[in-house]
């Protein structure tokens, strides 16, 4: 095992921007994993050795420079912890690149949907497929201008973009399932929707692509433990079977996700979540009083 100062070394953070109030941007020196990395793969990492592992989707990444892109959004004790360190400084542990790849190739026409934070998983997706040559129609949706974060980049990488918010504060008003439906209706085809970003966003759209025939897949991102499918705190039912995001996923076959069971879970340990930051947040401010 290399020694405590060389891993230090290889998970130093080299490059950090704030994207909105509550969502993060990191650059992360991970060699290993950016050479493996593909879209649609996550990472386990640790902040510290008494930390907890949480997983993070892959948002980039750059093989010569070997660094590793995360976006996060600042909801959890963990990430609250991360949010405070700086380009320079270094994080314990850095797993992956973990989970099955979005599967892109072969696709000629695809509409990529991406809600809130879940569009730095939809990014490099569309990114990829836009590099492969295929057509990208891109619908974006935030509740407001304030949480809009990677428009420009997703315009780089779409022959489409639409920017939908809640409030009408950018894009058009109304919701991403509206700008899909609206797009469907005026007969475009797609091989393929790719939803990635709330449970309750994900599960509407498949809602809706399944009134139209279109397959859909979406990115599950449960309770993650180990990240090779031993906890079982991933599972999922898909298709009527058990399935683990970690090892299975996280894409699947959106028309076959049990979304209700998925929300259920989801809610269990929302109490849990929010003590621990607020003790967290406590911290921060006393140490910074």
């Known amino acids: 095992m290399k020694p405590f100062e060389e891993r230090e070394k290889m998970y130093q953070i080299t490059a950090k921007e704030i994207l909105n109030p509550t969502v993060v941007k990191m650059e992360i020196l991970a060699p290993a994993v950016a050479k493996k990395a ?129 409030d009408g504060s950018c894009g058009e008003k109304g919701l991403v399932t509206d700008a899909l439906r609206a797009l469907l209706e005026a007969g475009e085809q797609y091989d393929e929707v790719i939803a990635i970003g709330p449970l309750v966003m994900m599960k509407f759209v498949c809602a809706l692509t399944r009134e139209y025939g279109v397959k859909t897949v979406v990115s599950m991102n449960p309770i993650m433990v180990d990240g090779t499918g031993m906890c079982g705190g991933c599972r999922l039912t898909v298709g009527g079977k058990t399935k683990f995001a970690c090892v299975d996923g996280p894409d699947f076959d959106g028309h076959e996700v049990d979304f209700d069971e998925a929300l259920q879970r989801a809610a269990q340990y929302r109490d849990f979540e929010h003590h621990a930051y607020e003790e967290t947040c406590n911290l921060f401010k006393r140490a910074e009083g």
């Open 38 to 166: 593909l879209p649609g793969q996550f990472i386990i990492l640790r902040v510290d050795e008494k930390g907890e592992r949480i997983p993070l989707t892959v948002a980039g990444y750059d093989r010569q420079k070997g660094t590793v892109d995360i976006i996060f959004q600042v909801v959890g004790a963990t990430t609250m912890c991360l949010s405070h360190k700086e380009a320079g400084d270094s994080i314990q542990d850095f797993v992956g690149p973990l989970g099955v790849p979005t599967r892109t190739e072969g696709l000629k026409k695809v509409a990529v949907v991406g809600g809130g934070v879940g569009c730095a998983i939809a990014y490099p997706v569309a990114k990829e497929l836009h590099d492969q040559g295929c057509e990208v129609h891109s619908i974006i949706g935030f509740r407001s201008r304030e949480l809009l974060i990677l428009e420009q980049e997703f315009r780089a990488c779409s022959e489409r973009l639409i920017v939908m918010s809640d």
